[in-house]
């Protein structure tokens, strides 16, 4: 069985979606609900490196906490970003997902499939 990862957030549909999606295929993730257990900067780090992302990319400009502390300001560097998504796990984008094919932003939900290992269908007997 593949290792697989989500970092999910069980009220944002996308993130349902996307855990479906894996479950779909015959996957069992590690589910880790990153408001409740957020990635710490070295796993943020990581996970950045391994999408090809910078912090900005995985930043929810929508939540209020984003206007608040004024992270539109681009004077922002990216270890301000980290500590603010550090303190504020709930501007991260989500899902993010990790599996041995690679890291995604699973935003559309179907992007997961990419990453998704190709699945063993029991042969017809």
């Known amino acids: 069985m ?10 944002c549909g996308t993130s349902r979606n996307t855990l479906a999606l894996i479950r779909d295929n015959g996957f069992e993730p590690q589910v880790i609900e990153y408001l409740k257990t ?5 796993e943020l780090m990581a ?11 995985i930043l929810r400009e929508k ?4 206007s608040e502390l004024g992270l539109a300001n681009s ?8 500590d603010a998504l550090e303190q504020h796990p709930i501007l991260m984008q989500r899902p993010i997902v990790r599996s041995a094919m690679g890291v995604r932003l699973c935003r ?3 992007r997961v ?3 998704l290992p190709p699945t063993q269908k ?3 007997t």
């Open 108 to 110: 559309p939900a179907e």
């Open 47 to 57: 996970l950045l490196h391994d999408m090809g992302l910078g912090v900005r990319d």
């Open 75 to 82: 004077a922002w560097s990216d270890d301000q970003l980290l």
């Open 63 to 66: 939540e209020a906490v984003y």
């Open 113 to 115: 499939l990419d990453i």
């Open 2 to 11: 593949s290792h697989i990862t989500i970092y999910h957030n069980p009220k």
């Open 38 to 42: 957020p990635p710490t900067r070295a």
């Open 122 to 124: 029991p042969a017809n």
